[in-house]
């Protein structure tokens, strides 16, 4: 692949990664808020949410909808990196710090993602019935996976680090 080529297709990834990231916030934002709780909040284990004053659904609904941005903002960020590789920037500091910044958000969504259900759960469980509670914890493949590319991510960031510095030392021998 060209230099030229790499710089269309970046182009061409910059943009997708918005559409992404607007796709993503505002289907959130359409299911989160207009679902019914009953149904937003089944996974989470409730027979019934009849307990749950208003606060709690509004709180429990914000924190559903955290993981999506966190994710909408790692995107973005992503995108802000094709953004200067299309730019010819490919080993700018600016790309470099890039990539290391979307391994970081992507670190972030696992985290949230492994959090919120948890946390919602509580918040739910604030004035149930005895034994009606739920403590939900959940880790699956997708979070694991997510994180190992998380760290793909990072380590190719630092790669890039080490191949601008060589760059520049090339550079100065010439």
Do not use: K, Y
């Not at 972030?108 to 009606?132: R, Y």
């Amino acid at each position: 692949m060209t230099e030229a080529e790499l710089r269309r297709l970046a182009r061409v990834g910059a943009s997708a990664c918005w559409l992404i990231a607007l796709a993503v916030a505002s289907t959130t934002a359409l299911s989160v808020w207009t679902l019914p709780a009953a149904r937003l909040f089944a996974p989470l284990g409730f027979a019934s949410l009849d307990h749950a004053a208003a606060w709690q659904l509004i709180a429990a609904r914000g924190l559903a909808s955290v993981p999506s941005i966190v994710g909408a903002a790692a995107v973005v960020t992503l995108g802000s990196c094709f953004r200067s590789i299309a730019r010819g920037q490919l080993f700018a500091s600016g790309t470099v710090q890039g990539l290391a910044r979307f391994a970081a958000w992507i670190v972030a969504a696992v985290v949230v993602s492994v959090a919120v259900p948890t946390v919602s759960g509580l918040v739910l469980s604030l004035g149930a019935a005895p034994g009606q509670g739920r403590l939900v914890v959940s880790l699956g493949s997708q979070q694991v996976l997510a994180g190992l590319a998380a760290g793909a991510f990072w380590m190719l960031s630092r790669l890039l680090a080490v191949a601008a510095r060589l760059e520049r030392e090339n550079a100065e021998f010439v």
